[in-house]
């Protein structure tokens, strides 16, 4: 499983020379399943499942019936409050983990939803302790995966709330090219799959806000395109902006 980026490749570690600040090192640390936990898992026997665009997975509230890996498409977890209100809480990409909010109290804390054609794997939760006693080594990565992802999605709470609203679309689309990484490189090409406002219910802002900051990011000529297609242009600049709330010159 690969993700391919055009250009010279961008080293992450370079970007990070810039991330004096913690907060934002964590959030733009790569949390897929690295190639041998892939591997591993594969070999697994799972059941693929496969995701109309707007489909549920499993729901908030639900038992945890087993661990699930994203192999194609993208999908969104959201937690509903007492009112109704919907927050999204984070989007899966291939090579990522959905459903790991249940494996402490066995019951999903959100609900998550395909936000285009997707695949997912699942492993059984009756085969996985068996499976983790024997792949001792499985289990600390996924240990692993679990810590970082509730360390991201603490440290994005925190950093969001700090900053204005450039910064925050500046961190998304940083920590999007991180992630979106493969080998320690930062993608060059995104392409922003999930609605503005999807994104905007995610950073706490409007979709009007959104365009206005993603359209800031290009006339400083730190992005380029249009639409769902982007380019990162500067990389260390977008990652100053994430860091510092404002853009270098």
């Known amino acids: 499983m690969s993700f391919d980026t055009q250009g010279p490749p961008l080293q992450l570690s370079e970007l990070l020379v ?7 090192q964590q959030l733009c640390s790569p949390h ?4 041998n936990v892939l591997t591993q898992l594969a070999a697994l026997p799972m059941r693929e499942i ?16 087993g661990l699930y890996i994203v192999t194609e498409g993208l999908l969104k977890t959201t937690l509903v409050d007492a009112q109704g209100r919907h927050q999204i809480t984070g989007f899966h990409f291939p090579g990522e983990l959905v459903g790991l909010d249940a494996f402490h109290n066995r019951e999903h804390l959100c609900m998550a939803t395909s936000i285009e054609p997707s695949t997912v794997r699942v492993f059984a939760l009756h085969r996985f302790n068996e499976t983790m006693a024997r792949l001792p ?25 700090q900053r204005d609203a450039s910064a925050r679309v500046a961190i998304f689309l940083f920590s999007l090219a991180c992630r979106l990484g493969r080998n320690g490189q930062v993608a060059s090409d995104l392409i922003l799959a999930m609605p503005r406002a999807d ?30 297609h982007l380019r990162l242009v500067a990389p260390a600049r977008l990652a100053d902006w994430a860091i510092n709330g404002r853009p270098s010159s």
């Open 50 to 65: 496969k995701l109309a665009r707007g489909q549920t997975l499993f729901r908030q509230g639900h038992g945890l019936h």
């Open 32 to 35: 897929t399943l690295d190639d």
């Open 18 to 24: 810039y991330g004096q600040n913690a907060s934002v």
């Open 199 to 228: 994104i905007a219910n995610y950073l706490g802002l409007t979709t009007e806000t959104i365009s206005r900051a993603i359209a800031a990011l290009r006339q400083t000529d730190i992005i380029e395109g249009r639409g769902k």
């Open 137 to 161: 080594g499985l289990y600390d990565a996924l240990a692993s995966v679990l810590s970082k992802n509730l360390a991201e999605h603490e440290q994005l709470l925190m950093v969001v709330n």
